[in-house]
């Protein structure tokens, strides 16, 4: 089973994320912080991580640029969900290693064909 | 007496175990009582998200009792600003369903600021057509964090019939609204409100007139080209020249060219010369080169440095042409060293860009 991880402090959107991705077949693992998502990481080895940008102790920025120095998990596919929209925010993003980015307000059904797409792509 | 004594002492342990008891039964009724409040938070929750994601029938909701209705209201309302499209759709016709629009109308004339500042973000995140009158009634509300509030709710309806009414609140006496909210608000208004917007370049109130100059430069209005260089040359405010010069050099139109090259003179404010030396880089081509490069000499420093700038943005004959003047020597070789510094650092990723800070 593909196995995602979702790292967002807002309950609401982790909730909705999480029921969209678990009733499309993924397997999910939520955490709320930029920290426990580098450790659960290198725990559960996810074959995609979505990554809220503005998160306590590490920004999803930070996460990616860790995950991408990390052997293990320098391939996995980030998705940055993030309430910044300027079109510098997005460059910072990609540059961080990011494959894709989404921006707050989102569509959850655009979210799923996203994942689907960057997982279609990765294999 | 000293039966007295033992009678009081065994009267008062009592008291204490009974009280121990007593604290013992209650903590744990509220124990009890918040678990079962927690799972049926958690098992409203799960329904909500099915709901949002279309896995659950609507009438399925309205078999729930009053209080958790209130509950899903809450829900949906702390949801409504986080998703786009279908699940948005869904959540604002189960809240028109629920009534909690017109609620918000309601409490739009409430005596508490937080409540109508709360209704205000409401309607704006609904979006719903009703609610702009009420909305545009806030614009000349007595607190400003109402005022700001409405204006961005209406920018989120989208209605131009709104335009005329969040420019006048920018010259509106001691009722002001904040610049820049009305700026992003007609923004999100977008290209459908320009005509209504380059009516206010006539407006009396010079922050009108402001922020239609910036609006149309953001816009890249060119159909204002000739309006806005008339008040670029004619104004009497200089915030708003200024203004006009950084939107001409946005909207990038070979006409604007004569009325800018003009306000690079040496009579005019520095600061509209910077700007305008900025707009003419941004226009571009070769006869502009020529004019910008040589206030790279200038005895002004902000001249100078703004001229060099505006060259460093003009493609690859602006980098030769500033590596030329860095290396020559002249009065404008530390400005040339200092913008291409910058610029190589900034590529390094040693300097963040002012707009990334």
Redesign the interface.
């Known amino acids: 089973m593909t196995k995602i991880l979702i790292a967002d402090d807002d309950q609401d959107i982790v909730e909705l994320v999480n029921y969209k991705l678990t009733q499309s077949g993924y397997e999910v693992t939520a955490v709320a912080d930029g920290k426990a998502a580098l450790e659960m990481a290198r725990e559960v080895h996810p074959d995609l991580m979505i990554l809220d940008v503005m998160m306590p102790f590490h920004s999803g920025i930070d996460v990616t640029l860790e995950a991408r120095k990390d052997p293990e998990l320098s391939k996995v596919p980030i998705i940055l969900l993030t309430a910044k929209s300027m079109e510098q925010d997005t460059e910072r993003g990609f540059a961080a290693g990011a494959t894709d980015y989404m921006t707050k307000p989102f569509s959850p059904r655009e979210l799923l064909s996203r994942v689907q797409a960057v997982l279609a792509r990765d294999v | 007496m000293r039966f007295a004594l033992v009678a009081s002492v065994l009267l008062l342990s009592v008291l204490i175990l009974l009280m121990l008891i007593a604290t013992g039964i209650i903590r744990l009724v509220r124990t009890r009582s918040e678990k079962r409040s927690l799972a049926n938070r958690a098992q409203l929750?799960?329904l909500f998200?099915?709901f949002?994601?279309e896995?659950l029938d609507p009438a399925e909701l309205r078999q729930l009792k009053t209080s958790r209705l209130t509950e899903l209201d809450e829900?949906s309302e702390?949801?409504l600003?986080?998703?786009?499209?279908?699940?948005?759709d869904i959540l604002v016709s189960f809240l028109e369903s629920r009534g909690t629009v017109e609620q918000a109308i309601r409490r739009t004339t409430r005596s508490g600021y937080l409540g109508r500042c709360r209704a205000a973000a409401f309607l704006g995140h609904v979006g719903s057509p009703q609610a702009r009158k009420p909305l545009e009634a806030m614009l000349r509300d007595r607190k400003r964090d109402v005022r700001t509030t409405a204006a961005r709710s209406l920018g989120q309806l989208g209605d131009t019939k709104s335009v005329p009414l969040l420019l006048s609140g920018l010259d509106n006496g001691r009722r002001l609204l904040p610049f820049s909210t009305v700026l992003v608000a007609l923004m999100r208004i977008g290209s459908s409100g320009q005509d209504l917007v380059g009516d206010a370049l006539r407006a009396a109130g010079e922050r009108q007139r402001a922020a239609a100059a910036e609006f149309l430069g953001l816009m890249g209005s060119i159909k204002f080209t000739a309006t806005l260089s008339d008040l670029l040359s004619n104004d009497p405010s200089l915030d708003v020249r200024i203004r006009c010069a950084r939107a001409l050099g946005r909207i990038g139109s070979p006409n604007a060219i004569a009325t800018l090259t003009r306000c690079i003179e040496r009579d005019n404010p520095i600061g509209l010369r910077a700007v305008s030396c900025g707009a003419l880089a941004a226009i571009g081509g070769r006869e502009v080169a020529a004019t910008i490069c040589q206030l790279i000499d200038e005895d002004d420093y902000q001249i100078s440095l703004a001229a060099a700038k505006a060259v460093s943005q003009m493609g690859p004959a602006g980098t030769e042409y500033l590596n030329q003047i860095a290396n020559s020597g002249s009065p404008g070789s530390p400005y040339a060293k200092e913008v291409l510094a910058r610029r190589a650092a900034r590529m390094a990723g040693k300097v963040r860009?002012p707009?990334?800070s």
Do not use: F, P, Q, T
């Open positions: 929750r799960l998200v099915k949002v994601s896995d829900l702390a949801m600003s986080k998703v786009k499209g279908r699940a948005k860009h707009s990334e």
